[in-house]
């Protein structure tokens, strides 16, 4: 089970037990993590669930698609670091990764 540290803008941390194959974004909504809004439930066509990853860490992933890459460029605050949790499938390589909320999703 890959554990996932979720980081708050406000510096609050919260730490969660996923499952691999969940989506970070349902790993999220399953453990009351409010950032992650996720009002198109996964389809990739609304941002709501949009995070950023520890830099040091995103060669854990896969890169965006093109899909996920476009659904970025519309939301608050794009960075470098900027993922759309519904499109980052869990592995157990990913155990303590860091994912950053941001401080709103709309």
Aim: glycine residues 6%.
């Amino acid at each position: 089970m890959p554990r996932i540290t979720f980081m708050s803008a406000d510096g609050t941390r919260q730490d969660v037990e996923a499952t691999e194959g969940q989506t970070l974004m349902a790993a999220a909504v399953a453990h009351g993590i409010e950032e992650i809004a996720a009002e198109c439930g996964g389809a990739c066509a609304c941002g709501t669930c949009h995070c950023y990853i520890e830099a040091s860490q995103l060669a854990l992933l896969p890169p965006p698609d093109e899909a996920e890459a476009a659904m970025i460029e519309c939301v608050i605050d794009p960075r470098l670091e900027s993922r759309l949790s519904c499109q980052v499938k869990l592995t157990a390589a990913q155990d303590g990764l860091v994912v950053h909320l941001p401080a709103s999703q709309h």
